[in-house]
């Protein structure tokens, strides 16, 4: 009876203490939560010097088996996320759903520590048997978390912090716990934010490799981000009938349960039927296509994968993520190569590049193709399954009076340096796109020659050295010498820039310009295979010198479709100052328009039918065509539009 009301005294006086440590308003309420756990429900000793307990072998092996592919398309995520953290003292650790240890990549100066505190294989994480824990405690949470230090409950863990994050099925079901666990004497945010990134993407696999025999669409709010972590997931059967959605898809479209959208076509998410998408999709090489929420009328990129069985060049039953290029004897950079000399012998040089990680600059008149070439380049190297991670630099310019001799603000520079930084994170593993690189402010050029230099973020950046891989393609429109001579662009980045440096031709200096009519009009009737070209329009439209190149094309080109009296285009669609058919539309234009060649007011028609859809919203417009609001409105006085003012 004594043992007995000393055993409940030593409880109390246990709890009393554990409440006292952790009445400080910083520790975080699932940590409190988590140690009345361990008293109340598990009754645990914090001073246990238990060693935690490890399943027999013939266990560890069923679990294993039991959980294959998690183990298979978690392992490079895993390898990844070490090498991201390697030399920070971090340890990669995978958990089950019950919080039993599957894997494991270790730091060297860690090993002893990981043996001490008992993270091995097949060891129990949960909190019933590791008390307040990163994996344990996120198990119960459902959420990424740090446990720091004294934060955990048994005094022999105190050392450790945890940053861990749950992984969910195609059910929403947690299935696992992805951790990374070191002796740091800091509780790291950015790891925990590394930690998750890693999570999702391995789930983003499990969802892909679960409906591999199914349809999927791919979409995210922002173009650059689709194949990262961030995307949102959707699957249907053959039919159109949607069958599953990932975490992320649930979000962007504010949805709280699957079960709002399970059964429903995809027409109920988006304007567009499963099968014009993949079509487009297949058209367009499966670059980002804008698509409309059908319900709320808001824009997202995305693309459509037919099942894995169909994929032209995917081996039967292999996980995988990425499409294989329409023609399995031409990767993506191959598939530029439409007869130009110029351009063949750019694809041969980037070719011998692709895993030499040399930067590339690309030099190019603005709409000569400069991103779609990156990213073929991406598509086409070893980085294929990693983040593709676009910068449009002139996005970050300095802000007015910051440039010159006076420094910028210090918040001027940090509201310039986190997104920046950001996607550099973003892109590790992967290719960062610098577009317009000219136009990087002067004060990250310093912050990027870093990374370039180092291999790692700035100090500043993180609090332990945080290591990048990212293969760097820049793009200019503009002379870059002439940027260093006016000291706008710092010499030792530009000579960094320049590893190969390929120029890009304007179209009309292009010998393969008919090709290249043939194929963009195909990517841009993919919607309505029905619709055909003439020879005698192809011979139209190469005659033009097209000063906006390849995007100018594509625009009039998508016009033209748009407004078409009849399925077969041909020089008679023209204007009849190109030699046939009706003046179509000369008396609706305004007598300062008339002084327009045939091609220009094709496509200021393209460019109203576009003003049209979108209701006079210029915004919008200038994102469906790729293009800048200043880059739009010149083109609004080139061709002679006036626009009603909006009241």
């Known amino acids: 009876m004594l043992g007995a009301t000393d055993g409940r005294q030593r409880q109390g006086l246990t709890a009393a203490r554990a409440t006292s440590r952790h009445e400080d308003p910083a520790t975080p309420e699932y940590i409190r939560r988590s140690w009345l756990r361990c008293l109340n429900q598990y009754h645990l000793d914090p001073k246990s010097e238990h060693e935690p307990y490890v399943l027999p072998r013939q266990e560890r092996l069923r679990r294993k088996d039991q959980n294959r592919d998690l183990l298979a398309l978690a392992d490079a995520e895993m390898a990844h996320l070490y090498h991201q953290l390697a030399g920070s003292g971090y340890s990669i650790i995978l958990t089950d759903r019950d919080g039993v240890l599957l894997d494991y990549y270790g730091d060297f100066s860690f090993r002893n520590a990981a043996f001490r505190t008992g993270l091995v294989l097949g060891a129990m994480w949960d909190e019933e048997h590791g008390g307040t824990n990163g994996m344990g405690t996120c198990l119960v949470e459902r959420t990424p978390l740090i446990v720091h230090r004294e934060q955990h409950f048994f005094a022999r863990n105190n050392g450790l912090t945890c940053c861990a994050a749950p992984i969910f ?22 790891t925990l934010v590394l930690v998750n990134m890693a999570a999702q993407m391995i789930e983003n696999r499990l969802f892909l490799h679960h409906f591999r025999d199914a349809n999927v669409v791919r979409f995210h709010s922002r173009p650059e981000l689709l194949g990262t972590w961030g995307e949102g997931i959707i699957a249907l059967d053959a039919a159109g ?24 076509p995809l027409e109920r998410v988006f304007t567009v039927s499963l099968g014009a998408l993949l079509a487009r999709s297949q058209r367009k090489s ?6 409309y929420d059908a319900r709320h009328g808001g824009r997202v990129f995305g693309i459509a994968q037919a099942p894995q069985s169909k994929r032209a060049g995917r081996t039967r039953g292999t996980p995988g993520t990425e499409p294989a290029p329409l023609d399995p004897n031409r990767g993506p950079l191959e598939a530029l190569d439409l007869g130009d000399p110029v351009m063949a012998r750019n694809i041969q040089a980037a070719r011998r590049t692709l895993s030499r990680d040399i930067p590339i600059l690309l030099i190019g008149e603005s709409g000569t193709g400069k991103e779609c070439f990156a990213r073929a380049l991406h598509a086409s190297s070893e980085r294929a399954e990693r983040p593709f991670v676009t910068v449009h630099c002139g996005s970050l310019a300095e802000s ?9 603000p210090a918040a001027a520079i940090g509201s310039r340096a986190e ?10 593993g992967g290719t960062l796109f610098l577009d317009d690189v000219g136009e990087l402010p002067t004060t990250l050029q310093t912050q990027l020659l870093q990374v370039l230099e180092e291999r790692a973020l700035p100090a500043a950046a993180a609090s332990e050295p945080l290591r990048v891989d990212i293969q760097l393609v820049s793009a200019t429109r503009r002379d870059l010498h002439e940027k260093v001579l006016h000291g706008q662009l710092r010499e030792d980045l ?17 010998k393969d310009k008919a090709a290249i009519i043939r194929h963009i009009f195909a990517q841009e009737s993919a919607a309505t295979p029905a619709v055909g070209m003439g020879e005698d329009m192809v011979d139209a439209l190469k005659a033009y010198s097209w ?20 399925n077969q285009l041909d020089a008679g669609c023209l204007p009849a100052e190109y030699g046939a058919g009706e003046v179509r539309g000369e008396e609706t234009l305004p007598e300062e328009a008339k002084c327009l060649n045939p091609l220009e007011r094709a496509e200021r028609s393209a460019l109203l039918h576009e003003i049209e859809l979108y209701q006079g919203n210029l915004s919008r417009v200038a994102h469906s065509l790729g293009i800048g609001r200043n880059t739009l409105y010149r083109n609004l006085r080139r061709l002679r539009i006036t626009l009603p003012v909006r009241r």
């Open 400 to 408: 007015p009076g910051t440039s010159g001799a006076a420094s910028p």
């Open 547 to 566: 000063p906006g190149n390849i995007r100018q094309l594509r625009n009039v080109l998508r016009g033209m479709i748009a407004m078409r009296s009849s």
């Open 169 to 190: 099925d195609h059910r929403g079901e947690l299935i696992a716990v992805l951790d990374a666990s070191g002796e740091s004497d800091r509780a790291q945010q950015h």
């Open 419 to 428: 997104p920046f930084i950001g996607r550099i994170v973003q892109a590790n």
């Open 241 to 264: 009938v949607i069958s599953a959605l990932d975490r992320n898809a649930l979000f962007q479209l504010g949805l709280k349960s699957a079960a709002e959208l399970i059964g429903a």
């Open 494 to 510: 530009f000579y960094r820039l320049q590893g190969l440096v390929l120029s890009l031709p304007p179209l009309r200096e292009r």
């Open 286 to 291: 499966f670059h980002p296509l804008t698509l």
